[in-house]
């Protein structure tokens, strides 16, 4: 899966970890699947990316089919076999876990890493799972199996210093992302989450810096954008915070978070009707906010 992304400070709500769709073990393409066969006899590479490509395409349950069906053929024995099978599970696993089947999903993971021990983004998506399971622990070690077994696993960084910040272990997770920006520069995320705990920390300058790069790195992301409206507002500075949050309701008029938020720039400027028309709005989203 693309990394998607990724959770909590203690602005907002939980955000979803990032998992990762597997890339094949071999140079094949991905291919179009739009029926319950695919061939007469069918192929394990074939299965494979076509597994793949509907899961990319949210068509869980046939993914599924599709992948149990590979599991049970053989690759030739001039690929990796482990490594593709491994990757069998990996993304069956994560079809399993969009369709919210964390148990099934979790089962796909131990079986993909007893097959290639080493691949980070299976370790990466069974610390997702364990982490949603509270074994935080556990979590922990996943991400660090990952990390160590690729320096450069953004998603990987990106979990694990959530779930540190979520632990009330900043320092830690600050360091986490520190080191990452040594290493790859150009990550929105990881100076999204990075400005967060500025923004935590009172550091308004640092977090809008990071604000800001994140924004030029991903032009109009969502959770860069209405960070910066919290900096705005926790700055006082209402009509700018006002503006900034509009956009991103302008992109998605759904969004029940950026209402609310919103709101209180609207509180701030003494806009008391229309605090309360967005308290309103956000509320007809979701009910649950």
């Not at 053929?73 to 491994?86: C, I, Q, S």
């Not at 799972?129 to 935080?136: L, P």
């Not at 960084?157 to 320092?171: F, G």
């Not at 923004?199 to 959770?223: I, T, V, W, Y």
């Amino acid at each position: 899966m693309k990394t998607n992304n990724i959770k909590k400070s203690g602005h907002a709500k939980r955000a979803a970890r990032a998992l990762f769709l597997g890339a094949v073990t071999a140079a094949v393409f991905l291919v179009s699947f739009s029926g319950p066969t695919l061939a007469a006899e069918e192929d394990s590479f074939v299965l494979l990316n076509a597994g793949t490509a509907l899961i990319e395409q949210g068509r869980y349950d046939e993914a599924i089919d599709v992948l149990t069906r590979a599991a049970k053929l053989k690759f030739p024995p001039e690929y990796d076999v482990d490594a593709n099978y491994g990757l069998i599970y990996t993304n069956r696993g994560l079809a399993y876990y969009r369709k919210g089947f964390i148990n099934e999903a979790l089962a796909d993971y131990e079986t993909a890493l007893a097959l290639d021990p080493n691949n980070p983004d299976t370790l990466n998506n069974r610390g997702v799972i364990k982490e949603k399971k509270g074994d935080v622990a556990g979590a922990l070690a996943d991400y660090n199996a990952a990390i160590a077994t690729n320096a450069l696993s953004a998603s990987a960084y990106i979990n694990r210093a959530s779930l540190l910040i979520e632990k009330k272990r900043s320092s830690e997770a600050l360091k986490d992302l520190n080191n990452y920006i040594l290493l790859v520069a150009d990550n929105p995320e990881v100076y999204n989450l990075r400005g967060k705990i500025y923004l935590d920390q009172g550091k308004r300058e640092l977090a809008a810096a990071d604000f800001n790069r994140a924004l030029f790195l991903a032009p109009g992301n969502r959770d860069a954008t209405l960070n910066l409206g919290r900096l705005y507002i926790a700055s006082k500075e209402y009509a700018r915070a006002e503006e900034t949050i509009t956009r991103v309701i302008t992109a998605n008029p759904d969004d029940a978070e950026a209402y609310l938020l919103r709101s209180k720039a609207r509180d701030g400027l003494g806009n008391k009707a229309g605090a309360q028309a967005d308290r309103t709005k956000a509320k007809e989203i979701n009910p649950n906010l």
